[in-house]
Every structure is written in structure tokens, then in C-alpha cells.
């Protein structure tokens, strides 16, 4: 833990009741910071203070969207013991969208190890009650200050931590999801396979969109026929129709999400049948309406195992499963969750007990 130099804060901030906990309202008391610089590599990683940066109004980022995150948890388990879901996966992603933005590359072992490093010094920040979490934002912001579109020859690296409770307002209550035929995510040989900003920034159109018409989400289709079925943009999708479960391949468009890729492989442990292939819109309601769409379910870091209760398409809705939580959906939250918290058997090792410093 001791590898990378702590400032502690002198002003620690008062936390929230784990009750109170939404998405990403509040931030705890430090963060790591790290900088890039051309002929020069990744250089001073360090945990400071939490605080606002200072970027020039002529910083790249600021203009040209150069960024990427990524979004990762912390778990208190029910021993006590603080794990991270995953990290590795998260820090390879991470990589991946550096290099799709044309960043260079990552040491993806330091941004590994500030994940436990942080959480560490942090630790009394993660909640205690059950479906809470601590969430980690890594990202990467272009600092060349200069109005040229180029790739930056600066960055910086900073990771920030928020105690979490759901991300939908519903809770784990299913939520209503608009496929649009109006608005496109991401095309082939685009950024939608990136985890970087631009493509949350132009997603705000169709969420208010969908919000006006009463739903909570919008589910993409893809960008060319406008017809297959591509993520929600929070989340992966999947549903199931009768016994087989069907969820959008990897060709570019999507994020390779990891809560998606768990459940592929929690699918296939327990023998059941899960295809990663293409799916359109007209199957979906047609299995809706004949009865044969038993669930359909978003994955995700933030919304972990999601239930849809309703899928509207060109003004028609479908009720999936009478709106329930659907008995596979709820079998996939319960596995990810035990998982999350200790109460499961890891058989994957997908978690990583964090170490709290004595002084944390
Ligand atoms: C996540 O699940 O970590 C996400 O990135 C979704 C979102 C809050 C942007």
C-alpha cells in the first residue's frame, strides 16, 4: 500500500447515512491523480485531497471529448472484508479505450493497483448496508491546452470513489425501455465500443426523449438497419425467449460490458443455453406479444442485473413476465450479488479482498 505517496486531507467530510445513498451525489475524501507527458511516459502517481482540477479553457478535453472512464465496485462483505469485483477485467478495458481514443498506453498495473490503494486509504467510506457499494470512476482527460484537433501529447489520470445505493430511482424494480428508432448509438468502426464520454454525451437527447414518453432508458438498435438490437446504454441487454437466452455480439458497436460477461459465464455454469448473437426489435415484440418473451434483463456495473418490465417499439408496449422480476433475472442478481459480498462461493475469483491499511 505504501507504494504511492498519501496526502491526507485535513477537513475529512462528514458521510451520508448508507440509506440515503443514490448514484454519484457524493464523493469521498481523496483521490489519485497520475500524468502523462510525450518522451516522458505516466509519471507521480499520488493519492491527494479531494478537489476540483484547474484546466486551462483551451485543455483538448474540453472541446474535443479526448476522455475515457471506466466504472468498477467495491463491496463490504458480510465478513467484514472489502472486495473489488473484478478490477483486472475493468483495468484491461480501461486499456482497450485508451487505445481506441488514441491515448497511449496504459500502465495498467499502476491503474490496478490504485484501485486497491485508494479504496485502502478510503476504506471507512464504503457502506455498510446491503446493496450498497463504493464505486470506483477511473478516467482519462486529453491536457493539452491547445485548439488544434490532434491527438493530446498530455494527460491526466485521476480515479474518484462515491458510496453508491441503485442506480434507477425503481431500485431493483423492473424498468420501462424504449427501443428507439430515432436515435442511433454508435455505428461500426465508431467509438461504441469505448467507454469514453462522447458517448454518453450524445446518448442525453434519446434519455429525455424516452423520459417524456414515460420511460426510464433507451434501447438502441444498431446504426445501419436499424433493426438489431445493440445496449441500452447504461447496460447490456438480454432476453430470454422460452429457454434460450440471446444477447447482442461483441462486433464493435457495444461495451464490452463486464457484469455481461459474468453472466454469459453464471449462464453456461448452470447448463443453460445463452447465444451472443444478433436480434432484432421485430423478434423481440413478436415473443412478446405471442408470449414466448419470458424476461429480458439489463447488465451493468451501475444497475448490476437489471429486470425490463416493458418494452415499447413505434408505439406499442409489451408487458414482460405481467412486469415482474422474472425468476432467471432474479437467480442471475441473487448469484452476482452473493458474489459481490461474500455470502457466495467465488468458484471464477472474480473478486479481490482489498487491504486496509492500519491507519487508513
Ligand atoms: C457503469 O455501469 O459503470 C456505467 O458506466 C454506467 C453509467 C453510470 C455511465
Redesign the pocket.
Known sequence: MGQFPITRTTSPAQKPADDTLAFGKVLTDHMFLMNYEEGKGWFDPRIVPYGPLSLDPATSVLHYGQAIFD?LKAFRGDDGQIRLFRPDRHAQRFDRSARLMSMPALPVDIIRASFDALVGVDADWVPHKAGTSLYLRPTIIATDVMLGVHPSHSYLYFLILSPVGG?YKEGVKPVRILASDAHVRAVKGGTGEA?TAAN?AQSLAGQQDAAAQGYTQVLYLDGVHRKYLDEVG??NIMVRIGDEVITPPLAGTILDGVTRASVIQLLQDWGLKVSERQISIDEVMAAGRDGTLKEMWGT????VVSPVGTLGYKGEDVLINKGETGELTQRLYDAIVGIHYGRTNDAHGWTSVVKVPAIA
Not at 451493468?300 to 444497475?303: L, M, N, R, S
Open positions: 466504472g442506480y467507454k454518453y447504461t447496460m451493468g456495473t451501475a444497475a
